[in-house]
């Protein structure tokens, strides 16, 4: 119930191209999702997040699309640039138990984007 | 705005020794989160501080525990060492406990247990 499922671990595109990175998720208490980008020797950083009652939102190159009923959530990068090679974490949040909201997140994407 | 800061950046121990990491939150926020990465397991949810109280703590054995203080700076340990708690160990803070407000990381410190 707790959750994220993301695909694919590894990615590899052409400078140019389309990234697109796929998450999942179980429990409906989820009610926030982010996506965080992580340069090696860095902590992670919020780079796009969207809630259920939309279906997709889009910042610059980075688009999130959601389908609440699959229970389902994408990050497509287009334009891909080699700036854009790091590891890439979809999460899910919800108010916990101790009236918290906690993050869940997947298990992270590697991306290469080749010049 | 300085960021989150953590310290020490690197530390190497051995089995059977204990740890203390610090983590001090971007200036107003009160919620402390901690994260263990490895890559086997990913992200993973340590414990999460707001107003110097445990709101909630993830799925690790008593050995793990942590502390906030009243200038929301947070501390946590590691007692017993293993190998297996070999990790980058991430910080987070944010305004509030409840609402969207962004979590914003620490660059972790990198424990090596030997």
């Known amino acids: 119930q707790q959750q994220v499922k993301q695909s694919p671990q590894s990615l590899i595109v052409q400078k140019g191209g389309i990234s697109i990175i796929n998450c999942a998720y179980e429990n409906t208490a989820f009610d926030y999702f982010p996506w965080y980008q992580q340069f090696p020797g860095k902590g992670p950083a919020l780079l796009i997040a969207?809630?259920?009652?939309?279906s997709e939102k889009k910042e610059g190159r980075f688009t999130i699309s959601f389908n609440k009923s699959a229970k389902q959530f994408s990050l497509h990068i287009m334009d891909s640039q080699p700036g854009d090679s790091a590891t890439y974490f979809c999460a899910a949040s919800r108010i916990n138990s101790g009236s918290a909201r906690q993050l869940t997140f997947g298990s992270g994407t590697q991306l290469t984007v080749l010049p | 705005k300085a960021g989150v800061t953590q310290t020490p950046r690197y530390l190497i121990k051995t089995r059977g020794q204990q740890v203390t990491l610090s983590c001090s939150p971007i200036?107003?926020?009160?919620?402390v989160s901690w994260y263990q990465q490895t890559p086997g397991q990913g992200l993973q949810f340590l414990f999460e501080y707001f107003s110097e109280t445990q709101r909630n703590k993830g799925n690790f054995p008593g050995r793990f525990s942590g502390r906030q203080f009243s200038n929301s700076r947070s501390e946590m340990n590691v007692s017993t060492l293993e190998l297996g708690d070999s990790a980058l160990y991430l910080c987070?803070?944010?305004?509030?406990?409840?609402?969207?407000?962004?979590?914003?990381f620490g660059p972790g410190t990198r424990l090596t247990v030997l």
């Open positions: 969207i809630r259920p009652d939309v």
């Open positions: 987070a803070s944010s305004l509030r406990q409840v609402s969207y407000n962004e979590q914003f």
């Open positions: 200036s107003g926020h009160r919620s």
